[in-house]
């Protein structure tokens, strides 16, 4: 009966439970000794200010390129590179006013908190630059100040207290990193906009026997189901179609 109820302590004291906020400020309730915030990036740290190059603009211009490819490696790696050059030339914003501001609370008071995104590394330079636009700076408590590179199913970097997972499982980018810095949290707190992601590294954090608590961030969700395309179209094509010289010509001959 003994070992029973000793079992049964350890299930419970392994929890790991995902809630569902509408708010990053209930990344707060968990503030502890030995906690690890995780900041997913994309629709929950920040934002571009139009719709071209936003999250649900990739997730929908990959499915029209895998229907006029038919190859979803290639259409991925169209989106991806189109999603990536608008990052460079957007102006980001908050997602929720304030958000950066509880992160430097938590950071002077001894939280550790690392930004987490499936961007990869050659969006890791913009990406710092988007955060420190907006005064979020995760090198500053990061359980480690170096940077790192490793792969699991693809190249992920540790870079200024961000992981760029570049795609691959959340559960497995964050058990490598965990592991190549011989840290084990007393506790793990994830705060993401997709659920799947919360499931993947639930389950890694089950496998590393660290307790667990995700928070399904729906801020923007009233954002994302009125996502519409037409506007991302128009968008696109100004940005996207490259002129020929002759093109260009005619153009310039108009104005005259």
């Not at 000793?6 to 309730?29: G, P």
């Not at 002077?108 to 700076?137: A, K, M, P, W």
């Not at 906009?193 to 667990?212: N, Q, S, Y």
Request: hydrophobic share 40%; charged share 25%.
């Amino acid at each position: 009966m003994k070992a029973i109820i000793l079992s049964l302590f350890a299930t419970c004291s392994l929890c790991a439970d995902i809630y569902e906020v509408d708010s990053i400020r209930e990344m707060d309730k968990y503030k502890e000794e030995g906690v690890l915030f995780l900041y997913d990036i994309d629709n929950t740290l920040i934002t571009l200010k139009q719709t071209l190059g936003t999250d649900q603009w990739f997730y929908y211009r990959f499915r029209e390129l895998k229907k006029t490819l038919g190859d979803d490696a290639k259409a991925l790696e169209k989106a991806l590179a189109e999603w990536t050059s608008v990052q460079y030339i957007s102006d980001i914003a908050e997602v929720e006013k304030g958000s950066s501001e509880m992160i430097k609370n938590q950071q002077n008071e001894g939280v550790c908190c690392i930004g987490f995104t499936t961007r990869g590394l050659t969006l890791s330079h913009c990406t710092l630059s988007q955060l420190n636009s907006i005064g979020i700076d995760f090198s500053k408590s990061a359980p480690s100040k170096e940077d790192l590179f490793f792969q699991t199913t693809q190249n992920i970097i540790f870079r200024h207290g961000v992981l760029f997972t570049s795609g691959t499982n959340k559960g497995k980018a964050l058990a490598g990193f965990l592991s190549r810095i011989d840290f084990k949290p007393k506790k793990i707190v994830f705060i993401n906009d997709k659920h799947t992601h919360l499931a993947d590294v639930e389950k890694g954090c089950e496998e590393l026997k660290i307790p667990f608590i995700g928070l399904r961030y729906n801020y923007l969700d009233s954002v994302v189901h009125a996502f519409n395309p037409k506007i991302a179209d128009i968008q696109g094509k100004r940005f996207f179609t490259l002129l020929s010289d002759e093109e260009a010509q005619a153009m310039i001959e108009e104005d005259f």
